[in-house]
């Protein structure tokens, strides 16, 4: 007989070739099965890593937004006379009011 030390590959399809055949099933169906586990483990990972980005850019936005509020309204508190606000303080209210935001 040919006593060949069978190396890792071989003894890892040995065991699922057992498996399959425990199973009742083929080793062909065993691995479409195995990746497709894979494949499912991979989707589960990219939708849970999705929802935490969109978790932490709205938190970004959340915090964006609340800066610009303080901002104007540190603005309007300084009652400073209508020329010398900034033109970019200027638009920004006028959008603000014309989308009815509270201050």
Request: aromatic letters at 6%.
């Amino acid at each position: 007989m040919n006593d060949q030390p069978g190396n890792i590959v071989t003894q890892c399809f040995a065991w699922l070739a057992a498996l399959a055949a425990g199973l009742g099933i083929t080793t062909q169906d065993m691995v479409y099965m195995t990746f497709g586990l894979i494949s499912v483990g991979i989707s589960v990972v990219s939708f849970i890593n999705g929802r935490i980005d969109a978790q932490r850019l709205r938190k970004e936005d959340e915090k964006r937004t609340r800066l610009l509020q303080d901002y104007l309204e540190e603005l309007q508190n300084k009652t400073l006379p209508e020329s010398g606000l900034p033109a970019t303080a200027k638009a920004l209210r006028e959008v603000l009011k014309q989308a009815g935001v509270r201050h």
